[in-house]
């Protein structure tokens, strides 16, 4: 049996970080078109459900995000749920070169500028609802006004690695 040893948040914030990798989470692209310029957020802090009524989701953005300062006062922003063999493109849209994250990603752009990634998991059109302080981050909350569900399973993101769900059931059979 493992003995629970909880203690101090300590100096280095790597241990934070490493503690909180520990619960794994989706990866959201929170993307739109602003006169013809395409940006991308990447954030696995994206929350689904914190309210049906209502329907609103959550996400914890970097107040340093350039992306953000961008997109924070668009009317419409996509988000797609990346799927399952969407790594890739998860580090490409997460890029430092934030001219380069759409090269050769195929989207389609909603009515209001919402940009979405073609074979996701889920795609919602949201607008912001409410944005909060939250230590270093901003605290989004985000409507969601229409949402399309993709065929394919979600890419996973747990420890700093992305990974696959693989059905609990199956390896109890072996
Ligand atoms: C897997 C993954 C998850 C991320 N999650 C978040 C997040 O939840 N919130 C956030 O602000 N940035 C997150 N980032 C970092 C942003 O995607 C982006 O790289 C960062 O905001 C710097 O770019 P920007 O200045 O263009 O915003 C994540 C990056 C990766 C690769």
Not at 60 to 83: F, N, P, R
Not at 146 to 166: C, D, Q, T
């Amino acid at each position: 049996m493992t003995q629970i040893k909880v203690t101090g948040l300590g100096d280095d914030p790597m241990v934070v970080r490493h503690a909180f990798a520990q619960f794994p989470s989706g990866v959201a692209v929170l993307a739109v078109d602003i006169d013809g310029g395409k940006h991308a957020l990447v954030a696995s802090s994206f929350m689904v459900g914190v309210s049906l009524d209502p329907c609103l989701s959550a996400v914890a953005v970097q107040k340093t995000s350039e992306t953000w300062e961008l997109i924070k006062d668009a009317d419409s922003l996509g988000v797609s749920i990346l799927a399952r063999g969407q790594s890739d493109l998860t580090r490409k849209l997460a890029s430092k070169n934030r001219a380069a994250r759409f090269e050769q990603v195929a989207i389609e752009v909603g009515g209001q500028g919402a940009v979405f990634i073609d074979d996701a998991a889920l795609w919602l059109d949201c607008s912001i609802y409410e944005v909060s302080e939250a230590g270093d981050h901003w605290m989004v909350l985000l409507e969601v006004k229409k949402l399309g569900v993709g065929e394919n399973e979600p890419l996973i993101w747990h420890g700093a690695k992305f990974r696959e769900l693989v059905d609990a059931q199956s390896i109890d059979v072996e």
